[in-house]
Each structure stands twice: as structure tokens, then as C-alpha cells.
């Protein structure tokens, strides 16, 4: 049975360029009507001035900071996200996996004030990554998630365990990606052991749609 860890990453690299379509078109509804402008409000409630965005992608949210005169750095594992990215004006992004990450083995800066992570952690054991990132955080810096909303998605099997996007809705040539599901329980617990404690959690929410469309999380280093 292949590694879910090993075809998330493979998906990425299939998906890269109908995901810059998708994001750039503003394909995805949830994003361009409630998530977009909630990972941008939690980041700018924060006031910082250095911010690292993990799993950059395309580079949107880069973007958007650079225009409020935010000094943004993005990293993400795929280098067609990062040529795009860089390619729209966000010259500080850099190529590296989770893995090199947690391992040290790239130099993307520290003492950052807020280090964010918007649906960028899909795989089983994120602890390391997020230990990582806290020592990459300024003091008094804080760390930011946004993901999908396990109560919304858990489809009645709420517990941990891998599950897989089909992209069934999208348009464009797509490969089926796995991610790991995790219980609200689960995304405090990681916190908890990677030195974070928990300051807010936000539920975003479309006001004509009865269900949160994600789940925001927000953490600083535990003194």
C-alpha cells in the first residue's frame, strides 16, 4: 500500500498547476466568500511585522500582506507553486519539504512575529513541523492555522485517520490527494506538545450557510 505521506506530496506536484488556476480564477467559493479574508483578518489583528507564510502555494496570501506593508516569507514544498508565486512578485519564497524543515536543513529565517499555516497541514504527525516553526517565532510571536472544520467534514467518522480529496468538483485534470483528518481534540493536543498554548479559536462562517467553513486556531509559545 503506498505511503499517504508519499502521494500527498506527489499529488501536489500533479495539482500545482490547476491549483494556481483554480486560486487565481477564484474557483473555490468557501475561500473567496469566508476563508481568504479570515486567515487575512486573524494575521493583520496580530499587527506584525516579519510573517512566514508555511505552505505558501501560490504566493495569494504573500501577496496581500506585501500590499499592507507586511514583510512576508513563504515556503512551500512544490517548486511550481514557489516559480508562481515568485513570478507575481514575491521575491522571498523558498523551496523546501516539512521534512527539511523539522530537520533544519534550509535556512528560511527566525524571529518572526506570526507564522501562519493556511489548509498547509495535511499530513499524520505535524508536532515535529510545529515544534520547528516555534523555534523560528520572536518572542511573543504567535502562530496561526487555518484547516478544514472537523466538525463540517468528518462525515460521521469523527475520529483521527487519513481520508482523500477527490477534487470531484473542481474542473481541470486532477489527482485524488489523501490528508489526515483530525478531531478538534487532536489539533490541541498537537498544539500542546509541539510548546504552544492556545489564545483564540474562530469558527468562519458564510452568513447564509448554517456550517463553519473552517477552523482558525490561534497559538503562542507556552512560557
Known sequence: MPNPETTLLQSWHHNARSWIEAIRTGAIESRLNVTDQAILLAVLGRQPERVLDLGCGEGWLLRALAKRGIKAVGVDGDATLVEAARAAGSSQVHVASYETLVEAKVDIGSGYDLICANFALLQQDIIPLL????ALLAPGGALVIQTLHPWTV????????????????????????PWYFRTLSSWLNALDMAGFRLVGLQEPQHPQNPEPQSLLLVAEQRG
Not at 154 to 177: I, S, V
Open 131 to 134: 515544534a520547528a516553526m516555534n
Open 154 to 177: 468528518a462525515a460521521g467518522n469523527y475520529q483521527d485517520g487519513w481520508r482523500e480529496e477527490t477534487f470531484a468538483h473542481f474542473k481541470g485534470q486532477w489527482q485524488a490527494m
